[in-house]
C-alpha cells in the first residue's frame, strides 16, 4: 500500500513580510476615506440643525415685521433672541468638534434657561444680521463660525477642514454643505466670496456677526 503524504509548510519569513506590508498600504489608503465618511455623515445632523434655526428665524420675521433678530458684535446676542418664543433648545446651535466656538467640557442644556441663551461656548454658528423678508432669498444669513476673517476658513481649526466644505443657510430657509474655493470661502455665482456680495457690503444696516469664541480657562 502506498501511502501519501503531505508536506505541510507554513509561511515563510518573506511571504508573512509581504502580507504585513500590503495590509499597512491597504490601511494607509482607507484611513482617509473613512476619516471622509464619517466628517460627510456629521454634516448631514448639522445642516438639519441650520434649516432648524431658519425656521425658527422665519417664525421670529413674520411676527416682527419681516425682521429677522438684529444684533451687532457676535451672533450669539442676536440669535438668542430667538429665545423662549421661537425656539426652547439651545443644543441646535453646538456643534460637538468645533474647537474655537464650542466649549467640549460644558455643552448647552436641553432646555432653554431663562436669561442664559447662547453664552460663550453654545453657539457655533455666525449670522448675518439685518436682512428682511424683502432681502433676496439667495442670500445667505447662517454659516459655520469664521475662523480666518468673515466668510473665510482656516485648515487648521475648520471643523469641516478635510472636505473642505462650510455649512450654508439661505434666507430661503435652504442649507447646504457647500465646497469651499482655493482660498477657503464659499463663492458666490459671480466668484466673489458669498459673504462678501453687494446685497451684505454695501447695505449699511447688515453686518456679519462671528459667534463668541469659547471661553478658555482660566477666562
Given at each position: 500500500m502506498n501511502i501519501s503524504q503531505r508536506n505541510e509548510k507554513g509561511f515563510t519569513l518573506i511571504e508573512l513580510l509581504v502580507v504585513i506590508t500590503i495590509i499597512a498600504i491597504l490601511a494607509t489608503v482607507a484611513t482617509p476615506m473613512i476619516g471622509k465618511a464619517r466628517v460627510s455623515a456629521r454634516m448631514i445632523p448639522a445642516t438639519k440643525n441650520v434649516q432648524n434655526i431658519l425656521t425658527s428665524m422665519t417664525l421670529y420675521s413674520g411676527d416682527s415685521g419681516g425682521l429677522y433678530p438684529e444684533g451687532t458684535g457676535d451672533s450669539n446676542m442676536a440669535l438668542s433672541q430667538l429665545f423662549p418664543d421661537y425656539s426652547d433648545t439651545e443644543k441646535i446651535f453646538y456643534l460637538q468638534g468645533d474647537r474655537v466656538f464650542c466649549d467640549p467640557k460644558s455643552p448647552p442644556d436641553e432646555d432653554y434657561t431663562e436669561g442664559r441663551a447662547l453664552e460663550a461656548g453654545e453657539n457655533h454658528w455666525a449670522y448675518?444680521?439685518?436682512?428682511?423678508?424683502?432681502?433676496?432669498?439667495?442670500?445667505?444669513?447662517?454659516?459655520?463660525?469664521?475662523?480666518?476673517?468673515?466668510?473665510?476658513?482656516?485648515?487648521?481649526?475648520?471643523?469641516?477642514?478635510?472636505?473642505?466644505?462650510?455649512?450654508?443657510g439661505f434666507r430661503d430657509g435652504s442649507a447646504t454643505a457647500m465646497k469651499l474655493g482655493e482660498d477657503r470661502t464659499p463663492k458666490a455665482p459671480s466668484g466673489d466670496n458669498l459673504f462678501e456680495i453687494p446685497d451684505i457690503v454695501e447695505d449699511d444696516l447688515v453686518e456679519v456677526l462671528n459667534p463668541l469664541k469659547r471661553l478658555r480657562p482660566g477666562q
Open positions: 448675518v444680521s439685518g436682512l428682511t423678508d424683502n432681502s433676496k432669498t439667495s442670500t445667505p444669513i447662517l454659516a459655520d463660525g469664521f475662523t480666518n476673517g468673515i466668510g473665510s476658513y482656516d485648515e487648521r481649526n475648520h471643523v469641516w477642514a478635510q472636505p473642505n466644505k462650510a455649512i450654508i
